[in-house]
Structures are given as structure tokens and as C-alpha cells.
């Protein structure tokens, strides 16, 4: 049973590794996972199902390319509520996690209240979606939407080790 604690796991610099290698390639095997981290696969297998025991791993999933499936605009939409009272929060939540269009949702301190990551077709995607869906949910003040560019850095996992570990 995973462990479901926020409390951070005590990493070592093999656990790191594995950690580094499977967010690059979630499908190798554990013979293959084993050679790369310089493990034997007895002692690579023990770690990596302690680190999926503990919840530091918590999915293996596929990194899709969103032109690919035809997903051509990328929207970032900041999102203000009318008041802040947790039931007006929680329909707005409830609301929020049915829509596919919407791939990420965060409550964030600061001049907002909601940041989302929208993935559409395209612009006149998009503007249907955010006329007919985004500001008919409940609870909406304001809304701003910022259209990605150009992506810079994607998502390349989380990391390990580094500055980041003090």
C-alpha cells in the first residue's frame, strides 16, 4: 500500500538515478533500468518498488505530443472567483476536473485564484470553449487567457538532485 504522506523520502544517489532514468524512459525493463544505474536487477527491482510502495513514483503513463493529436493551441488561463467561501471553491474544483480541454489545474496564491493549462485544436477551439464552457462556470470574476508561443523548456520531469536538494 503506497505510503500517502507529504513527508519527503530519503533518497540516495542510487535511488536518484533510478529516478532520473525511468523519468526519461518509463518502458525499459527492470534488466534494463539495472544496467544503466550500475545495479544488479535484484537490487535495482527492491528499490523501484520501494519507491512505488512510498509514492515517489506514482504512475508510469505515456508523454504524448500534443501537435500530433492535432492539439495545436496551448492556453494558459488565469482565473479569479467571486468570493472565497469553500463551497463557491469546491463547484468551481467539481466543475473544473470533467473537462478534458482542461489538462492541468492549480489554486495559486496571488492576484488569481485558478491557473489552468488548456489544450485545444485551435484558436476558434478554443474561443468556443471559453465562450460556452470557461465562463459559464460557477462562480467566475475574471478571466485572462494567455496563448503559448513558442514552448521554451517542456515538462522534463521533476528534479532529483542538484541545487534544488540543498
Given at each position: 500500500m503506497p505510503n500517502h504522506t507529504n513527508a519527503p523520502l530519503a533518497l540516495d544517489p542510487a535511488d536518484r538515478h533510478i529516478l532520473r532514468v525511468l523519468q526519461a524512459d518509463g518502458r525499459l525493463s527492470n534488466a534494463e533500468l539495472a544496467e544503466r544505474c550500475g545495479l544488479s536487477t535484484s537490487a535495482c527491482?527492491?528499490?523501484?518498488?520501494?519507491?512505488?510502495?512510498?509514492?515517489?513514483?506514482?504512475?508510469?503513463?505515456?508523454?504524448?505530443?500534443?501537435?500530433?493529436?492535432?492539439?495545436?493551441?496551448?492556453?494558459?488561463?488565469?482565473?479569479?472567483?467571486?468570493?472565497?467561501?469553500?463551497?463557491?471553491?469546491?463547484?468551481?474544483?467539481?466543475?473544473?476536473?470533467?473537462?478534458?480541454?482542461?489538462?492541468?489545474?492549480?489554486?495559486?496564491?496571488?492576484?488569481?485564484?485558478?491557473?489552468?493549462?488548456?489544450?485545444?485544436?485551435d484558436l476558434d477551439a478554443y474561443a468556443e470553449f471559453s465562450m460556452t464552457v470557461l465562463r459559464r462556470l460557477p462562480g467566475?470574476?475574471?478571466?485572462?487567457?494567455?496563448?503559448?508561443?513558442?514552448?521554451?523548456?517542456?515538462?522534463?520531469?521533476?528534479p532529483v538532485d542538484g541545487p534544488a536538494f540543498g
Open positions: 527491482w527492491r528499490r523501484t518498488r520501494r519507491l512505488e510502495e512510498e509514492g515517489v513514483i506514482a504512475r508510469y503513463r505515456a508523454d504524448l505530443d500534443h501537435r500530433r493529436l492535432g492539439l495545436g493551441v496551448q492556453v494558459y488561463v488565469s482565473i479569479q472567483i467571486d468570493t472565497h467561501s469553500d463551497e463557491e471553491a469546491s463547484a468551481f474544483e467539481a466543475a473544473i476536473v470533467e473537462l478534458d480541454e482542461v489538462v492541468s489545474c492549480h489554486s495559486i496564491g496571488g492576484g488569481v485564484d485558478f491557473l489552468l493549462r488548456v489544450m485545444c485544436r467566475i470574476k475574471a478571466m485572462e487567457s494567455n496563448f503559448v508561443l513558442k514552448e521554451i523548456k517542456a515538462d522534463r520531469g521533476l
